[in-house]
């Protein structure tokens, strides 16, 4: 094809990607919250991944019974099964999904069907070879894997629109069909090619109102990068020593989630026009930062997200996933959320990824998603593939579909969800504090890392982990069984108590206004190192640090200094000595009050910990990061009293405890991740949920067990 054509039709493709919008055609409106259960027929949605095409037609029907037996009411089909919907370009069939339905169908179980986007077919690839993403080295990816295709390719998105259209008109009215998921874990690969490349510059002209703004917004005077024309703009990418623009690259960040989100929206389009009574969501993966989740889930009914405790460092205790819960159910305001894949067994690609966990883990895991608010379960995947790459990711049923150890736990639960169902019902996770999760931060970390940290002489490496961060200030509270939601800068701060935003590098003046505001009308904030260092186009403010934070902080930092090989210690006075590690901003008090100092070195007696009053609240200030759980304790503890938040009972090790509520009624959540019994100390009589009897006082918790208490009499 002409270049010049070519063009043309890239500049079309953006172009319809912008024009596909959450309301785009008719569309029915959902109620507010979106409520699962009843979106499913008064059940709780508990389920498997199945992949009818990959078995034998005979097997459908002993499937769908044991699933049946084990109360499963409800499957994801399809997301992989482009080459089988569509075997050929102008050809669809979907007689196979249609013959898989009604055996499902007919044993209770309905199902959410995957636009099938993620796995594009071999002859597509033949054909239209350049719809494949290029890599930053310039070539592109071969076919063999899964999503290597580039968002901005125009003979992609129009087979997109051919396959989604074809699927939605096949199944707008089957009552079989409760909805789509769209295409399967978006974020990535990234992609370099000339599309994406001319796409960027048109994001960027849409950004910057000329092209002298955005050159003085990204500093390109530095090195003589300063542009003459728009399409002199480049990807950040194949450079000598792999050195890029700060700003640039985080434009190209929002670029990448933008158009992620715009590929997600173009589909939800066509959707909502065709079966506009059908819900739509999308799997989505907790923690993982190529995408900014509340951009993306604009365009989505409910959200769902692919959980797999294994992957957590250490994946027998409690919080790693209930921060991925939180961090979805707050991604889309008001709405309900699920787990689209729980783990139900060992995983692995090529080779197995962990060890083996006792079978009434997985029951516990699932009864942890409930605890943070969602109201379905989908476990991953129905029976282990005898073929392809994940040979070595276990179903609940192996491949000789004996009914094992793992199938009579998902149907011992399988019993017990409908005598939760009415409880849990337009039941919600309520919490006074927030985490504020800062998308700009987090990729502005990933272009410029901070600090690799070779740790003190002999001990640990400890290099800067932005994640890591939110964990430790997010588990210190689940510790005291205090709920947390994850906030975004967008978010309505008002109805929280404390918000909790760690490394807070980069900042616009809306959110040092919306912070400013909180804190004036009583609310506690929590700074960490590294706030307030760069502005909205990550470019170093020209402040003294921490720059627009500093008046609410009440501190000055002259001085920091970043670990290399060294000790160092926090003194907190009576609350003790901590170890400190990884960065150690150095602070001057102007208005605040000192609660730590450094213990050692030059600057041994500094502030690292400040407290400042700021109208009716408060702001503490933590200069740097420590490995002791307690240090984290002792903060959350103070900052809780000082907001006149209730601190729940001591939780043995291993043993977490949520809550959800209900018109007055609070359904507590205890479960025990450890092999030996654990008690835990309730005030007031609970009845418990799932046997009718009364508890109070010293609550037991059986080994890899769960208590549902219930104050409803």
């Known amino acids: ?134 890599d930053e080295h310039g070539v592109r990816y071969r076919f063999g894997s899964r999503r290597n295709y580039c968002l901005h390719n125009p003979d992609f998105l129009a087979a997109t629109r051919r396959i989604v259209g074809a699927i939605a008109e096949h199944y707008k009215d089957h009552p079989g069909v409760l909805g789509w998921q769209i295409d399967n874990e978006l974020g990535g690969p990234y992609c370099y090619d000339s599309y994406c490349q001319t796409a960027f510059q048109k994001w960027c002209r849409s950004k910057y109102p000329t092209l002298a703004a955005l050159n003085r917004a990204w500093g390109t005077i530095f090195w003589g990068h300063t542009y003459t024309a728009w399409s002199q703009v480049p990807l950040p990418w194949n450079t000598l020593y792999e050195a890029h623009s700060p700003s640039l690259a985080l434009d190209y960040n929002r670029f990448f989630s933008d158009s992620t989100a715009d590929y997600l929206k173009f589909q939800a389009g066509i959707l ?60 889309i305001e008001n709405q309900s959320f699920m787990v689209m894949e729980q783990q139900g067994g060992l995983p692995g690609w090529q080779i197995f990824w962990g060890r083996q966990a006792s079978p009434a883990l997985y029951r516990v895991w699932a009864y942890q998603a409930i605890a943070h608010g969602a109201d379905g379960v989908c476990f991953f995947r129905w029976r282990t593939s005898r073929f392809g790459t994940e040979q070595y990711w276990q179903g609940i049923l192996d491949q000789d579909s004996y009914p094992n150890a793992r199938y009579q736990v998902v149907a011992q639960m399988g019993k017990e969800l409908p005598k939760l169902t009415e409880l849990l019902d337009g039941s919600k996770v309520v919490s006074e504090v927030a985490l504020l999760v800062s998308p700009d931060s987090r990729w502005a970390f990933h272009i410029q890392p901070l600090i690799e940290g070779a740790g003190a002489s002999g001990g640990p490496k400890a290099n800067f982990d932005y994640n890591r961060q939110l964990h430790e200030y997010y588990d210190a509270r689940r510790r005291q069984g205090i709920n947390v939601d994850v906030v975004f800068p967008q978010s309505e701060f008002s109805s929280y108590k404390v918000i909790i935003a760690p490394s807070l590098f980069v900042v616009d003046a809306p959110l040092v206004s919306k912070l400013r505001q909180f804190v004036e009308q009583g609310g506690a904030l929590v700074l960490t190192y590294r706030s307030g260092v760069k502005d909205e186009h990550n470019v170093v403010t020209d402040h003294t640090l921490p720059g627009p934070l500093a008046s609410l902080a009440g501190v000055a930092i002259h001085e920091f200094d970043p670990q290399t090989n060294q000790e160092q210690e926090i003194d907190a006075g009576a609350a003790g000595r901590f170890p400190a590690r990884v960065w150690f901003d150095i602070l001057e008090p102007s208005t605040a009050e000192v609660l730590a100092t450094y213990a050692k070195g030059y600057y041994a007696g500094k502030a690292a910990v400040t407290r400042n009053r700021v109208g009716k609240g408060w702001v503490y200030y933590v200069g740097t990061e420590s490995s002791s759980d307690n240090f984290y304790d002792h903060g959350a503890e103070a900052v809780a009293k000082q907001a006149g938040i209730a601190i729940g009972p001591k939780l043995p090790a291993g043993v977490e405890m949520a809550t959800r509520q209900k018109e007055g009624e609070r359904i507590v959540f205890l479960l025990n991740y450890t092999e030996s019994a654990q008690t835990v100390t309730l005030e007031g009589s609970y009845r418990n949920a799932l046997t009718g009897e009364t508890e109070s006082g010293q609550i037991s918790i059986p080994p890899l067990d769960v208590k549902v208490l219930s104050t409803s009499k």
């Open 1 to 134: 094809m002409k270049p010049n054509l070519r063009l043309f039709l890239v500049l079309f493709a953006s172009a319809a990607l912008s024009r596909a919008t959450f309301g785009a055609g008719p569309h029915v409106p959902v109620a507010k919250p979106f409520d699962l259960i009843a979106w499913n027929g008064g059940r709780f949605v508990y389920g498997v991944d199945y992949y009818p095409e990959a078995w034998d037609e005979g097997q459908w029907e002993k499937d769908a019974a044991m699933m049946e037996q084990a109360g499963i009411n409800f499957v994801r089909l399809g997301e992989f099964a482009w080459a089988k919907m569509q075997p050929e370009e102008g050809r669809f069939d979907f007689a196979w999904l249609d013959r898989a339905l009604k055996v499902l169908n007919a044993h209770g179980i309905r199902a959410v069907l995957g636009t099938p986007t993620a796995a594009p077919p071999a002859w597509l690839y033949a054909r239209y070879p350049d719809i494949a993403a290029m």
């Open 272 to 331: 909502r026009r065709i079966a506009p009574s059908k819900a739509i969501t999308h799997n989505e993966m907790g923690l993982f930062d190529a995408i900014d989740y509340s951009v993306l889930n604009a365009s989505l009914d409910f959200v769902a997200w692919d959980n797999y405790p294994m992957f957590e460092p250490d994946y027998a205790s409690y919080y790693g996933p209930a921060l991925g819960h939180d961090l979805m159910r707050r991604s």
